[in-house]
């Protein structure tokens, strides 16, 4: 299937997913029979980590209420952010005998040695919201999630038009070695090549926390005080902790109101009010919602038998002050 047939899949899967209860529960994205009852199909979770932030909680809250609500059986397993821990739970997911696994990497390489015994072992997987590195393609089925190089494209444009085409930005960016954070980078400085007038002055994680992006930002001010005319975070719960900063630095006389210009990926409730008040420029929706219950109807499906895109992408629209009225601030 090409890409615009994959995008349109996963944009009819985003939409049937945001639909009303009722469209869950006629599940009329089940095959019909089923070739196997939803009771006894088993699935296998390799969690990222619960405590990441509260875009992880509800993506595991959703699973969690979800999975119960269609009847299906779940083994869930927390990696805690680690690599090593993670292969090992997908070991223990094969020794248990799940029908199929959702897995959500910590680092797109580490994961692909513990893929492969999936695949070895006649396990289907889902890798979800974060892709695997390219080399793990032959070991699992299918990708759902969202589009994050499209996503920092989107943050990227925003950013041009909010600083005229022109100025010096910096970068706070993900976890290191995450998949989302290296596509959340190239997709957002691919759209600023394309400006020769704007300069990224500097790129440092913020590893998915508030409270690190905070001193990432409170240490850029201080190395380059007022030439920052942008920050670019890959997520709005990092762009909003470097608000913190760029707010303390306003009261404090050393940068004027309204001088940098935030955009992101990935919409938090703070993000939306900042943006609502005109503190914060833009950032992309995307629900953790619809991202856990895309994997899982994804994993239903490969487990009765069905045959799906290998890339399931959902719509992750702009949202700026000019069009924030037409969207719910979300619950994360």
């Known amino acids: 299937m090409n890409l615009l047939k994959t995008l349109a899949a996963g944009l009819a899967l985003s939409a049937m997913l945001a639909g009303a209860a009722s469209a869950q529960d006629k599940q009329d994205w089940l095959p019909s029979p089923l070739p196997k009852p939803l009771g006894e199909i088993t699935i296998g979770f390799a969690n990222l980590g619960s405590g990441v932030n509260s875009y992880v909680a509800t993506y595991l809250d959703t699973f ?22 993670q292969s090992d739970q997908v070991q223990d997911l094969i020794a ?18 513990a893929l492969r015994k999936a695949k070895e072992a006649g396990i289907p997987v889902v890798v979800t919201n974060s892709q695997a590195d390219p080399s793990a393609a032959d070991y699992f089925n299918t990708f759902s999630g969202p589009d994050n190089i499209k996503q920092a494209n989107s943050a990227g444009e925003m950013m041009v038009e909010a600083l005229g085409g022109k100025g010096n930005v910096v970068v706070i960016d993900g976890l290191p070695g995450y998949s989302v ?9 691919d759209v600023i090549k394309q400006h020769p007038d704007i300069k990224v002055l500097d790129i440092q994680p913020g590893d998915w926390s508030r409270e690190k992006a905070q001193s990432v930002m409170e240490a850029y001010l201080v190395k380059y005080g007022d030439k920052i005319d942008g920050v670019y975070s890959a997520d709005s719960d990092m762009g909003v902790g470097a608000l913190a900063a760029v707010k303390a630095a306003i009261a404090e006389g050393k940068i004027k109101p309204g001088k940098i210009k935030f955009t992101d990926c990935t919409l938090f409730a703070a993000a939306y009010d900042e943006i609502k008040a005109g503190n914060y420029y833009g950032s992309v929706l995307q629900s953790p919602v619809v991202d856990a219950q895309a994997a899982i109807q994804a994993a239903i499906q490969i487990a009765e038998g069905k045959e799906l895109p290998k890339q399931l992408f959902f719509a992750s629209p702009s949202i700026t002050q000019k069009n924030i009225a037409d969207y719910p601030r979300p619950t994360f």
């Open 96 to 113: 248990q005998q799940a029908d199929v696994m959702i897995v959500w990497p910590v680092n797109g390489k580490a994961i692909v040695p």
């Open 181 to 189: 954070a290296q596509e959340r980078e190239k997709g957002f400085l």
């Open 64 to 85: 969690n209420t979800y999975t119960k609500q269609l009847g299906v059986k779940t083994i869930v397993l927390d990696a805690q952010v680690d690599p090593a821990k």
